[in-house]
């Protein structure tokens, strides 16, 4: 069955860095894009970036732009959310997304809590 499963959380100081992964199985990884979203507490879920199949393409959410970066390896079926210079609005639980064409499929998600 399908699965993505996040990895990478943790509690860190504002300006710190974490790198979370998404280890992807049960589909052909390559042949879709990828997503990374996150929740805070008390507001909906949005889509902090997107890559494409290739990896060739990617795209921001605008309060992330310059700090995060997202990446994949086809070879390791594996994405990757590389977040630097954190903020204390960056807290949340992220969620890997797949979008199938029957639907939207969730990891489980993964917190991380940017704290001093």
């Known amino acids: 069955q399908v699965q993505a499963v996040e990895s990478g959380g943790g509690l860190v100081q504002p300006g710190g860095s974490l790198r979370l992964s998404c280890a992807a199985s049960g589909f052909t990884f390559s042949m879709y894009a990828m997503s990374w979203y996150r929740q805070a507490p008390g507001t909906e879920r949005e889509r902090v970036a997107v890559?494409?199949?290739?990896?060739?393409?990617?795209n921001y959410a605008d309060s992330v732009k310059g700090r995060f970066t997202i990446s994949r390896d086809n070879a390791k079926n594996t994405a990757y959310l590389q977040m630097d210079n954190l903020k204390p609005e960056d807290t949340g639980v992220y969620y890997c997304v797949v979008d199938f064409p029957q639907g939207r499929y969730w990891g489980q998600g993964t917190q991380v809590a940017i704290a001093s």
């Open positions: 890559i494409s199949t290739t990896g060739v393409d990617t």
